[in-house]
């Protein structure tokens, strides 16, 4: 090693470190807006802006212009239909497939990009009928999503601690979905905290199927809260995976804090700079 370049690696080594937020590390990162509705949105934009975030998730249409203004996008907004009531039952479908219409002609005008659906509880319906039903009904839709340049993300969620008879709670029936309707604007939302209760190898499920994941959520099991040293999953090692992989969409953080809320946001966005 020649003198020149210990004085260049000295003098890198000295140079002050980038002011929070500044680099924003690889990964596109929001936040849902229903964990800190005690904090007013305009606050809570301001802050998500310094912090260095790209988006605010979880969203109405009449939110859209406060967080615009920040600089910051719309980055999941409602899509059609609820948890429990959805796509798994034909009955539905003619009234899902307006609602869909209606919610992408929004974001399509607002540049917003992504919208949000889900499977439904079963009921007793057995799963194969579930994903023969979504599958029909996310057909009537598909082109439409393509046409408009919005993607339908459908979530998942797990069954066993928060929402009871969820169908779409494995990432392999999910991705069997998207297979089946074969659309470059009909992903999922994999939810890092609902797919660990499930099923848990989440890196490499994620490795596996990243080609049918259109958005990303956290929050650290036990207690859907921060993603700290009480949690059980290495946060930051599946930041480097997802952003290693040249994820486009949004990684948003959909945790409840029990701690400073804005400091524990701002912690997990730290962590996720990679």
Known sequence: MTRRTLVALSAAAAAPLPPAGAAGGRLKQSVA?????????????????????????????????VIKKYGLVPAMTP????????????????????????????????GVPNVITFSGNRRGQPDDEGLDNCTAGLNRVKKYAEDKGVTINVELLNSK??????????????????KRVNSP????????????????????????????IGHFHT??????????????????????AIADLNFAGYYAHEFIPVRDPLKSLEEAVRLSEV
């Open 219 to 240: 929050g650290g099991n036990p207690g859907r809260h921060e993603l700290d040293d009480t949690q059980e999953l290495n946060w930051r090692a599946i930041a480097k």
């Open 33 to 65: 807006r229903w964990c800190y509705s005690k904090i007013a949105l305009d606050d809570l934009c301001r802050e998500a802006a310094r912090m260095g975030l790209k988006g605010i998730d979880l969203v109405n249409s009449e939110d859209w212009p």
């Open 185 to 212: 604007r009909v992903k999922l939302l994999y939810d890092i905290y609902h797919m660990q209760i499930m099923e848990g190898d989440i890196i490499r499920t994620i490795r596996d199927n990243i080609q049918y």
């Open 161 to 178: 601690v928060n929402h009871k008879d969820y169908q779409c709670d494995h990432t392999v029936w999910g991705v069997e979905l998207c």
């Open 79 to 110: 899509g059609a239909g609820t948890i429990a009531n959805a796509w798994n039952r034909k009955e539905n479908h003619e009234k899902l497939e307006q609602e869909m219409r209606t919610n992408i002609d929004k974001a399509a005008a607002a």
